[in-house]
């Protein structure tokens, strides 16, 4: 069986929710209280064994390059003031040995476009996807739950968790035969993006993913669908006809922050532990 060495991030996207906070600076950027969340997204990953991050990004986006890049000047600078604890929060351990790769997607063609760009780096090997929007606090982390579940049942594996009626059409949603369903897993029948009326379940695709290389066979060449974009789901969907894949209902606070609300909540949820409220 394949270790899962390898993550896609994909932040090409624009954040016109934040709109004026993401003029200069992209939406990945904003802060999670002092870490930006991005960081939560990449520790998530190297925690659970990945050694190498693939950002799909963009000409908007190079302040992500230079976050996970080394910042001798500062370094410095904080050294020689005496304030040596801080370069260990600027220069972390843990992203030591980690390999960053950014490839840039010039038009913003939707999700599945986005993972596409990453198939020459991945080649044949089964690959995490992590959308850092979707912050989910846990231990053990929602990637590494999928990671568990991809080892047990060897085939794709897709974040799931309920979500309210009215928020279904935000989301990804699958279809699954309740009667097989081992720890919270269920083989998935079908799958569908942001159906607007009669959802096949409140099962929702929450923005982790662990999936076969087979998935780029997919993806190319696939029509764009809603919002005129090229989605993920769609290439899932084809997949299913020829591999099994199961969902896998994950344990962990979800909080959107690619909208205001969940920003702010993800915030107030993690101040909580931070300042003992
Ligand atoms: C994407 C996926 C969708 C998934 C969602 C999770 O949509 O296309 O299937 O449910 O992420 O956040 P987006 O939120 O990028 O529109």
Do not use: W
């Not at 979500?163 to 269920?186: A, L, Q, R, W």
């Not at 789901?233 to 690619?258: N, P, Q, R, S």
């Amino acid at each position: 069986m394949k270790t899962i060495t390898k993550a896609v991030f994909p932040v090409a996207g624009l954040g016109t929710r934040f709109l004026p906070a993401t003029k200069a600076i992209p939406k990945e950027m904003l802060p999670i209280i002092d870490k930006p969340l991005i960081e939560y997204a990449v520790e998530e990953a190297v925690n659970a064994g990945i050694t190498e991050i693939i950002f799909i990004t963009s000409h908007t986006k190079r302040a992500i390059e230079d976050h996970f890049d080394q910042n001798f000047e500062l370094e410095e600078k904080l050294i020689h003031s005496g304030k040596k604890d801080f370069v260990k929060k600027i220069n972390r351990d843990i992203f030591k040995d980690i390999k960053f790769t950014y490839v840039r997607q010039k038009t913003q063609n939707g999700l599945g476009d986005a993972i596409l760009h990453a198939e020459h780096l991945i080649q044949e090997e089964p690959f995490a996807i992590i959308l850092a929007d979707d912050l989910i606090i846990n231990n053990p982390s929602c990637i590494s739950q999928l990671i568990e579940t991809y080892k047990e049942h060897q085939c794709s594996v897709i974040g799931v968790n309920e979500v309210p009626e009215n928020e279904i059409e935000k989301y990804g949603v699958i279809s699954i035969d309740k009667s097989i369903s081992i720890n919270n897993t269920f083989f998935l029948k079908d799958i569908v993006e942001k159906p607007k009326t009669n959802a096949p379940s409140n099962l929702a695709v929450v923005g982790r993913y662990v999936l076969s290389s087979k998935i780029f066979k997919y993806l190319n060449n696939l029509a764009p669908s809603v919002g005129g974009e090229v989605q993920l789901t769609d290439a899932i969907k084809l997949m299913l006809d020829d591999e099994k894949v199961v969902g896998h209902m994950y344990e962990g606070e979800h909080f959107d922050c690619g909208s205001r609300h969940g920003y702010v909540n993800a915030i107030k949820y993690l101040a909580k532990d931070m300042f003992n409220e």
